[in-house]
């Protein structure tokens, strides 16, 4: 089945660092979207990319979806203490793979920002 | 927050008992989904439900059930529950492709 690797599991930073996690599947998927889980919290929606090589920028975070639809960064410039969570990549495979409707999530980036 | 609760939010219960969490939406959202959380394992999908009475098994589907006799809501059964069992529960609804998370249900099971 579709599988869905996330890494690192866990980066501890300074405020201000950048921070960068990665999102590899093993088949084709139509989309990515990207989830953030503050502690103690449940995930939230942060964005969807759709495109092949696609670029979408929120403030201080950047998406990226890869060429071949098959991998994902989300990248933090200057990161707060607001950004700490977990942050998920989940992808959602095409109209004729029996995974449309559903997310396969990532395992997880678990973020620390110290002052 | 997508009018989705979950209910109990925590429970504790014992091995061989059968347990019943709850998923609730306002919205009448057609697709429902049921995961898991664990340490190391990020968030699998247990069964999800494209409609009343229209459900299928997610990957980790093994000793689980559910049904859904109304839009609103959407049950997960554990038949009896063991150890491995142990873990937080997630509903969550499809909007558009979106999903929308409830609040989560703890589940310790002794």
């Known amino acids: 089945g579709q599988q869905v690797m996330q890494i690192p599991q866990y980066q501890h930073v300074q405020e201000g660092e950048d921070f960068t996690t990665y999102c590899n599947s093993s088949?084709?998927?139509?989309?990515i979207q990207w989830y953030k889980q503050r502690p103690g919290g449940h995930p939230v929606f942060l964005i969807q990319l759709v495109k092949s090589g696609e670029v979408k920028k929120q403030k201080r975070l950047t998406f990226q979806f890869g060429e071949a639809k098959k991998n994902s960064s989300l990248h933090i410039t200057a990161t707060q203490t607001t950004d700490v969570g977990t942050y998920f990549c989940a992808g959602q495979g095409g109209a004729n793979t029996g995974t449309a409707s559903k997310l396969t999530f990532g395992t997880g980036t678990r973020l620390q920002v110290t002052l | 927050d997508a009018g989705i609760t979950q209910s109990p939010r925590h429970k504790v219960t014992e091995t061989g008992t059968p347990v019943t969490l709850r998923c609730h939406q306002t919205e009448n959202h057609r697709y429902m989904y049921w995961y898991r959380q664990d340490p190391g394992h990020g968030l699998r999908l247990i069964h999800y439900s494209y409609g009343v009475k229209d459900t299928d098994k997610g990957e980790v589907s093994d000793g689980y059930s559910v049904s859904r006799s109304k839009t609103e809501d959407f049950l997960l059964t554990l038949e009896s529950a063991t150890s491995s069992q142990t873990s937080v529960y997630f509903c969550a609804i499809s909007r558009y492709d979106e999903q929308f998370f409830g609040p989560g249900t703890r589940l310790t099971v002794l």
């Open positions: 088949t084709t998927l139509s989309n």
